[in-house]
Each structure stands twice: as C-alpha cells, then as structure tokens.
C-alpha cells in the first residue's frame, strides 16, 4: 500500500484534525483524448496554498479545484465532473469565482487546476449568479416530472436546483420530446428529455470501459445519447451509465419504477459475484433486494460494477431458489421441516462413517460462502466428519498450494508495476472490474501489458505483447522467456522475436521497479478447462522465479480465496497453512484428533464415489454437474455416491440428485466477512431478512449437533473472533478494524508489521455514489453499516463464543501456554515440479483440433439464468476457429458443425477468427444449449476434437 | 451501395495517411462516402468506423452534428431555400412555402418520384440576389415563385443538366489536394495553378457523376463560390434552349 500512499499527499481533515485524509490521484489525460485534453495534466507534486471562500487550505499542486474543495469541505455543484473520470468542462455547473490581476473571472472548477495563492469563491454573488444561470439553461429542456422519474429524491439535478437553481422558471415555450423511453441495452432505458448532455455514460463508455457503444447525436437542443441502429450497449458494465446519470435519463430495467430512493432500506457490503470483491451498497424494500450500487473503494473497484454483480442480486427473481428444506421421497424432492432434514442428513452421514470412516465422506464447494462459514465448514469437515476431502474448487482452478504459496500482489501493486503478464483467464469476463483496472492502469502508461494466451481475450488490445502458445506448452513459454539463455528458435509455436521482446520486457520491469512494490506481477488462471492444471501450476512456479514477482490469482469464483484461507481445500487448513505443519497446533485449540493425511480433491472426490468409495457427499453451495469440467465424470460420481446433502440457495442440477436440500441464505441474508483474490479481508452487510433459510455455518453447527460434536457457535462475529485468534493469517484483524473506518476498503491480510493498513478515508462524491452517500447523509441505518452489531469497545455482542469443547486459544490460556504448539507457518511455495514424462494428451486422431473453453460473463451458470433480466443475456454457443480451419473443413461462418471427441458430441454454429491460431476450436464453457463439459475427459492432459459440417448426426 | 467501392477505400487510405491519428480523417471520408452513396448508410458508417479505428456510433454521432451529412437517401436535386436574414427581408418565406406546394413536401421531405429534396437553409451567401437558392450547391439567386416553378421545370426536363450536376457529385472536397500546402504532394507551380475561382465551363458533362477524377486533375477546394454571376438565374439563359 506504500507505493499508494507516495501518490497521493495527506492533508489534515479540517472538521476533524484526528483524521488524516487521502488525496486521490488526479485523472490522467490518455492518448485517447485527442483533442479534448484539458488545460494541463496535474502531475507536480509539490503543495500549494489556497484561499477557498476566504479560508487557506493546502491543496496539491496541479489538483483540480473541485477536488481540492472537496478535500476542503466545500461542495462546488457539478454535474459532469467525475472524480475517477477526466474531466471535459462540459456542464459549467461548477463556475467559480477566481481572482486575478486583471479582475476575477468565472471557471470551471474541474477543469482548471489550482495555483500557488490562488483566491476563489465558490459562493460570491458573482459564481451563484453564474451557477444559477447554468442552472436555468439546463432545466431549459428537463421535464418536471420528477414525482414520475426515478431519480427523485436522488437527483443531483433536483438536490442542486433546490439549493443553487433560480427557484422559478422564465421559460414558456415547449420542451423537447421524445419517443420513450427507449432501451438502447437489455438492461438499460432511455428518457432522452431528461438527459442535459454531461456526457458522464459516453466517457463511461469509451474512457473507462472501452466499450463506447454509445455517443451524442446531433446538435443543439436536439442533442441526444444514441446507440447506432442495430447495435445496442451491450457492454458488460452498462450499470454504471445508470448509477453515474446525474437526472433520470439512464434507468435499469430491473429497478425501473421498483421503488423510491427513500423508501431503501440499504447496508454496505462487498459483491461476492466474483473474487474482485467489489464494495458496493446493496438497497431492499419489502424485505426484496433491489439494486446494487458501486462504492468508491479506492483499492479495489474505483465505484465500478460489473453488469453480472450488479444485476444478478438475490429476489431479481425467484426462479429455481430454495426457501425450506427438501427431502428425497423416491424420484421426488419434497418440502420438509428443519428439524426432519437435519436429522435425516446427519443419519445419512453417520451411517457413511460408520461404515467407511471419514475417508468415505466429502464436501465439495465452499466459495459461495463467507469466511466465517467457510471456517465452520472447515472445521466440521476434519473435526465431526474427520475427513480432510474437503475442496472449494470444482477441478475448474488451480492447486490450492499454488494459489496459497504463491506471493501476492493487490490490484493497486499490479495497476502501478512496470509490466503484468497475463496468464490463462480473459479478464474481461471473468473478472471484470480488475480489467477495468488493468485498462486503465495500460491507458495512463503506468504499467505494460503481456499476454501468454492461447486465444483472444478483452485484453488482448492493451499488450504490448502477446504470445499466443501452443495449448499444453505453457511451461516451456514460461521456461522460454525466464531461462538464462534465451532461446534461438520458436517454443510452444510463438517465434523467438516474441519472445525476446517478452524477455526485454522482463528485464525492464526489474530495471524500473520501484523500492516497495513488485517488478512484475503475474495474473495466474487456468487457460482452459479442456487441460488440467499441471501445465499452468508449473508454469506458476517457474514464473514465480523471476525478480521482484508477484502473483494475482485469477480464480473467479466468488469468494474462492477466502474458502482457500479458511481450509476448504484437502492438506490446508485454516489460515493458509498446510495440514502436515498444522496439525498439532489445531488438534490443540480444537481439541480434537485432525485426518491423518491430506485427503481428496473434488476430481478425486468423484472418481471415489463413481466407485463407490463415497458414502455421504455434501454439495456446498456447488453444482459439479455443470462447472466440473468432465460432466460424464460428475454424473457418475453423483450417481455413485450413496447419500448426496446440499447445502445451496437454488436449485441447481445437481441439487435436484440431492437426498436432502438444506437452503442456505444468500448473500445479501447474512452477515460475514470476505476474502478477494488480493487476500483482502471487508465485512459483508446483510439488509434482508433469511427466511426460513439459515447461513451454512448454522447448518454445520446443528449437523455437528447431530452428530455429537458441539461446535458451540452463535454468530459470525463469535466465529471472527475465534478466526483471528487461531488463523496465522489473521492475526490483527479484528471487529474493530473491519468495521472501524478504514474497514470500508478492506484488510489485506496477512496484516504486515506496520499493522492494518490505514489507507484512505475519502469523502465520496454523492454524484457519483449516490446510495452510499445517502446513507452518510441522513446516518440511515447506522448500526447496519458496521459489521456486527456492536460497536468498537461494547462487548456485549462480540463476546468469543468460544468452541465449547475446545481448549481456550492462546491469548488466555495461561497456565496451558507452555504447552501450546508453535504458530504454524503460512503455506510456501510449491516445489518446483520435476519435468514429468509427458503423459499421452488424449488421442489425438488425424485432423483433430486442440480443445479450449474458458468462461464468459453471461453463462449458463445459476446467477445468470435465475435472472429474469439476465438469462437472455447469455449468448448462443459457437465454435470459434481460424478461417483456414473452416475453410479446410469447408464450413462457412454461421454453418452448423458437429464437435466429438471420445467422451461426446455437440452441436454448434461455427464462427471464423483469424486471431485463433489453426489447430485450435474454442467453445465458451457451458452456454445455455452447449455443454462443452459433455466433450472433456478431465484424467486427459489436454482434449482433441473433431469437427465436422451438418448437425447432429 | 453501402461500404466504400474500392477506388473510394484507397482514397479513403490516402486520406488517412495525411494524419497522425486515423480518426483524425472521419469527416473527408465521409464525404467520400457521402459523394458515393449520395447519403450516409448505416453500412457505410460501419466501415467508415472500421478504418478509423471508432465504433460506428462515435461516425455517427460525428456526422450528425453536420446539417449537410445526410443519413437518409435524398432527391436528385437538393433544393436548399434560404431563410436567413436577407433572404427572409426579401419574402424567403412566401418563397418556401411556395416550394412546398409546388414540390409537394415539406422541408426535409422527398418527392415520391425521388427528384426534389427540399430543405431550409441558414445563409447561403448570396445575400446580394436574396432570396437566394441552391440546387446541389449551384447557386439561383432573386427568385420569386414563379421562376422558382420555372426552375423545377428546368430541372425536371433536364434542361439544366450542364449547369446542375446530379446529387451525389456535390461533395467537391478533396483534401487531398488541399492539403498539400504544407505536405509532401503538390508543388509551388500546382498551387499557383489551382483555380482560385472555378469557370462554369468546367463543370462539363463528362465531369459529372459520382465518378473520381483521375490522378493529378486540379479540382475545386470548396462549391462554386464563383458561379454566382452566371448562374444567376436570368431569363435569357432560362429562356436559351439547351
């Protein structure tokens, strides 16, 4: 965080001298503004004095004059003006009065930065003349129809016309109208009237998306937003136009006439749709979630959502969620009690153990849940199941030891280091906001971008250099552009010359680095579910030799990092630490005896119970029928498993095999912490009520009843607690620290020597955050917005709940301290891999083509098709390949081909792309009609296809 | 026709090889496709985006800022009735009202067999023969209704073929000669050659239609600021038989 804490300069929070306040970084002017550039880039870094409204505040030098009012506590009414955007000038709304030698003059604030001595007045007879002025011209053309519109009660334009506007209107003659609204997306209606041309949606579009799908037509008072014919805004961060729209132009189909702002109730929280984490403030009314809205978190999401997280909330529709406990009664799950199906899923599992032990039972899944439950799950697993086949990940990941050992980096580490090498995942549709990051961070020239990518991802305009490798040649190209020597010829099909140019990147970023953080970081993810992970956990490693690295993981999965740290992954546990070196401290504060040895993965889980080796599976909120990569290998593991309990909200495929279903409550119904793939830790608000569902540590608590072990949990904050204490990796972060104000951005644990990071109270701009900020205004639900429900020194409600059964930990146990086993130490790095004798990649037959499938955001998983608003979304199958490829195969693009391999066939329209390398067919995992996982041997190295023209045959 | 013909495409190229960004030559391009087309399609917008290196609806958005970008399909003739000031003092009014009884549609509209567009206009600069009209670009000054009539009737018979060249020939801009100034293209000699003010007589029937001149031909930088005098419209050349 160091490297954060140089760009930016501390000022001393006027209202309260005890806080220091956090400069954000100006914007930064990129190649794509031709023509638009402002007056000067702020850049120095030296501080200037200020008079602002006759009171001197510090400013930096360069900052805009609306930020350094900001810092300084004075409001300038805006309307265009976005902190993390570039400023354009375009609303005038922000004039204010600057005085100079030849008399003062009206400015616009964003767009003008301040000087040494500088005098302005933002509220002179002069600037409210003007603000009023601009006020009256901009409500010109806007309807009153504010008791209609859905902005009301959130406007900028209604809040800053009460408090700065004429008060009444000189204008007689028509207003503009227009056909409305119209839906220029899916998602998104337009009102065009309402619009007043700040141009906040079309920057969004192009500056910080990339995807400038939308833009002003015409001219004058005919002005409008427009999308082209035919194309709509289909991007994946449409939301946001919504969110930033200062008037109610831009509205969300699903929030469109749901509710009134003030109606909301609303709690800060983190989305847990992928592992970015992004904080955002989730808003109910009537007990129903019903809109998302991004939070400025300075490390991590800048106020951005994606369309997924944004819009996939619980209560977007009910379809297919479980709301009370089910039990199998032949074919048919039937609606049950609590009581019936807790006790019939602790008998089905008592009778596993009794009759094959904890070998015989597993849990598969976990990243759907918050750290507490994943904890309690861990612990259930090797302490009342004493099994240690417990895996978050589907066999759709990589190894745990390679994500946990690896060093980190954050998101701000990565956005400022001198090169980032991409590995594996498309970015933009797995974890989208991290490439709204990363754009930006390659736009501002702050960092250089390299791909080693087997195909195209949305990344792939912003690097300096791609390497588009052969699949299941990752090593060597890792080998190749880390080695000593550098390579004469071509590895893994990419030709020297790319390679050298790698290399010199490499040696660059080393020559560049700066003292704090990392040279290169590397975004590890797995570059297609049709390979296993062996390549890419080699890979890993030999990277991980490079000076100065640091890994981001690219897991996606929710709050996959979070299950990883908590133990849900076999040979780990709790606290990013191994089994083996573990043991004794665990079997100590647990009180009882762990698993001998690691146990199994979910793969390893399946081929068991496909054997018949399982006695008892527990599906923890996952679905291995559609996210294992080999769905024959699923189905007969499922199958072969004696006694199926899932625990999960909806119910997904394999939920329907389930013997009992147990529904959990989904996420905005608890409370909880969440890890993100950086490893920092932030508080999860719950704002709705549960229902007869519970949270799944409660589950693992009564099931533990059951099955005679007292877990002895009340709360989450009891469980935090017992997490901080025991966990290695948490020690420090406490209650306090994730609810106190710094909390709001997160903890990255573990918490260095300085202690937590103490980054960043900013002031949010209410238009550019309009629930959050609400919230801040009017001290709405003040006891909700921190975690837990005590404040920092009650400790009425955060008494540790200690385990019950086990020995009280370290920090009170006293007389019991010499006996207490040494901390053990955090999961290293995995040991290089020996170079294994290359096992036969599958059968290749005559014309065959390498498989690669990796996911896109609108999928055929269960957070999108339970949407009524999202399922549509998810765009058809097609095989993608080069256009020699079909040509050879004498298929035109659109024709339907038939995909086999040895495990199945598949149906699917081809697409040509000449950025596919030949010898390649690249299916999109699981959209809705295509099921790749149905082609996949998961025991294979790799997996071959072939194609042919026509249908099924 | 929708995308750029080939000749157009490496014309377009040379127009954005005169920048240093390629966005930088959208609006010469559009005019190609505009002078192609006679109007801008979606399809031709699109592969205007595609050169560029824009999304079609940034071309779009660009173009639509400009009055004289059409997006719809227009007549053969671009009727243009001035309403500004001068003209307006001169009974420009009475004048367009008239066109749109006589051309049966109102302004921006086309006549059903495709031969009139009629539009309102700002000043045309023939404020000096006000009311003023143009007629793709070539100028008719000091109308009232009647030889407003006359004119359509000319236009109709073809009898102004030489004088007025079909829609779709009015875009006269070629930057790439104008352009050369500073450039690399062009010597002193050709810049003191290019015709300051354009002789009616050039606009010859072979230099009509939306065909390219060839290579190295002098062409007008701007409409034919000095056909005022000639085209006027006056009885004598109205009454001359073509």
Known sequence: MSETNSAVSQVADPADPGVVVHLRKPPVVTASAVGTAPPRTPSASDTVTVTIDGRQVQAKAGEWIIDAADQAGVYIPRFCYHPRMKPVGMCRMCLVEVEGPRGSTLMPACFNPVSDGMTLHTRSPKALKAQEGVLEFLLVNHPLDCPVCDKGGECPLQDQTLTYGPGETRFVEEKRHWDKPIAISELVYLDRERCIQCGRCVRFADEVAGDALIDFAERGDRTEVAVFPDSPYSSYFSGNVVQICPVGALTSKPYRFKARPWDLEQVETTCTSCAVGCRTVVQATQGQVTRLIGVDSDPVNWGWLCDKGRFSYPDASDAGRVSVPMIREGDELVESTWAEAIAKAASGISAALRFGGGSSVGVIGGARLTNEDAYVWSKFARVALGTDNVDAQLGDGLPAQTVLGLPRATIDQAAAAPLVITVGSDVKDELPVLYIRLRHAVLEGATQLVELNTTPTGLSPYAADTARYKPGELAALAVAITSKSEPTGPVAGVDASTIASIRGHISRAGREAGPSGPAVVVLIARPSLAENDEQVATAARILAEIPGVAFLSGLRRGNIHGALDMGMAPGILPGRVALDTARSYYEHHWAAELPAEAGLDTSGMLVDAARGHIGALVLLGSDPLVDFPDADGALRGLVGARFVVAVDTHLNESVRRADVVLPAAPWSQRRGTFTNLEGRVSWLGQVTSPGSAWPEWMIAVELAARLGVDLGYESPEGIWAEIEKLSPLHRGVTHEVLSGPYGRDGVVVPVGASGHSTAAVRPLDPMADPGISSAERHKVAASSLSYGRAGAGSSSAMKPAQPRTAQAPASDSGPDAQVEPATPPLVGLPPVPVPSPSKPAGSAVGGALTLVTRRKMWDGGTAVQSSTYLSGLAPPPVLVANPAELAALGVAEGEKVTVSSAKGSLTVAASADAGVARGIAVIAWNLPGGRVGELIDAGDRLNFVSVEPGGDK | ?242
């Not at chain 2, 009202?97 to 309102?120: K, Q, R, S, Y």
């Open chain 2, 1 to 242: 026709m929708a995308r750029l013909n080939p000749d157009n495409l490496a014309h377009a190229e040379e127009l954005i090889a005169l920048y240093p960004h390629r966005r930088s030559a959208l609006i010469p391009i559009l005019h190609v496709l505009q002078e192609q087309d006679g109007y801008l399609s979606e399809d031709g917008m699109a592969h205007v985006a595609e050169l560029v290196g824009l999304e079609p609806v940034e071309v779009r958005g660009t173009a639509s800022f400009y009055d004289m970008f059409h997006f719809e399909p227009v007549g053969r003739y671009l009727v243009a009735v001035c309403t500004n000031i001068a003209c307006m003092l001169q009974g420009a009014y009475r004048l367009l009202e008239h066109a749109e009884e006589t051309l049966g549609v109102a302004p921006g509209g086309t006549t059903a067999d495709g031969m009139f567009t009629l539009e309102d206009a700002e000043c045309l600069a023939l404020c000096g023969n006000a009311p003023c009209v143009t007629v793709n670009w070539r100028f008719f000054g000091d109308l009232d209704p009647p030889e407003f009539d006359k004119l359509v009737e000319d236009l109709r018979s073809g009898r102004l073929d030489g004088e007025v060249p079909a829609h779709g020939t009015l875009s006269r801009v070629r930057r790439r000669h104008a352009l050369t100034a500073g450039g690399s293209a062009g010597s002193a000699s050709d810049q003191a050659a290019l015709p300051n003010a354009i002789q009616p007589e050039s606009d010859t029937p072979e230099s009509q239609g939306p065909d390219l001149p060839a290579p190295g031909t002098h062409l007008d930088l701007s409409t034919r600021r000095s056909t005022t005098a000639t085209a006027v419209v006056d009885a004598k050349h109205l009454e001359s038989p073509k």
